[in-house]
């Protein structure tokens, strides 16, 4: 979930679902009804916030097929600042890395190539503008922000 907050446009998990081998791909294998009940939104979104600076943003669906039970955990990309891992998961997780997904695999990585850090840091800047933007618009309303060049203009509005 860490990973998939810093890529575009998140990712999503899919839990009940069995990797077999590069040919085949995956293989619905889904789960009890009392195992895809104890995916629970609240207490997944806790845990993975408990691990991650500032938070992560994510849905928990549950769906069912041919009597199948799978759980769905949709994660979103980061709001504004990218989601860091905030305290060590033995082997797993370390603190004050920043995880993503390598373009070329499937599989999340604290190791970062430079396209993969570009990536997040264009991110930070679409999401900057954006914001600016819209603080433009609510300062101005809409108008253009003054840029005090135009001394004739100004005397006019004035």
């Not at 446009?9 to 009940?16: A, E, P, T």
């Not at 609240?42 to 943003?57: G, H, R």
């Not at 199948?68 to 979103?76: A, C, G, K, Q, T």
């Not at 695999?105 to 600016?132: H, Q, W, Y």
């Amino acid at each position: 979930m860490l990973s998939m907050s810093n890529i575009r446009d998140g990712g999503s998990i899919i839990i009940g679902i069995e990797k077999q081998d590069r040919v085949n791909g995956y293989a619905a294998k889904g789960m009890s009804a009392t195992i895809a009940d104890s995916y629970d939104h609240d207490e997944v979104l806790e845990f993975a916030n408990s691990y991650a600076m500032p938070y992560v943003i994510a849905y928990l669906k549950h769906y069912e097929n041919g009597g199948l039970r799978y759980v769905v955990i949709d994660v979103r990309e980061f709001d504004s600042t990218p989601v860091l891992c905030k305290k060590d998961y033995p082997k797993i997780l370390e603190k004050g890395r920043l995880y993503t997904r390598p373009f070329a695999k499937a599989e999340s990585s604290g190791v970062l190539t430079s396209a993969e850090l570009e990536e997040v840091i264009e991110m930070i800047l679409e999401k900057r503008l954006k914001k600016d933007a819209r603080l433009r618009q609510l300062v101005f309303g809409g108008q253009p922000s003054p840029t005090g060049d135009d001394d004739s203009k100004f005397r006019e509005d004035r």
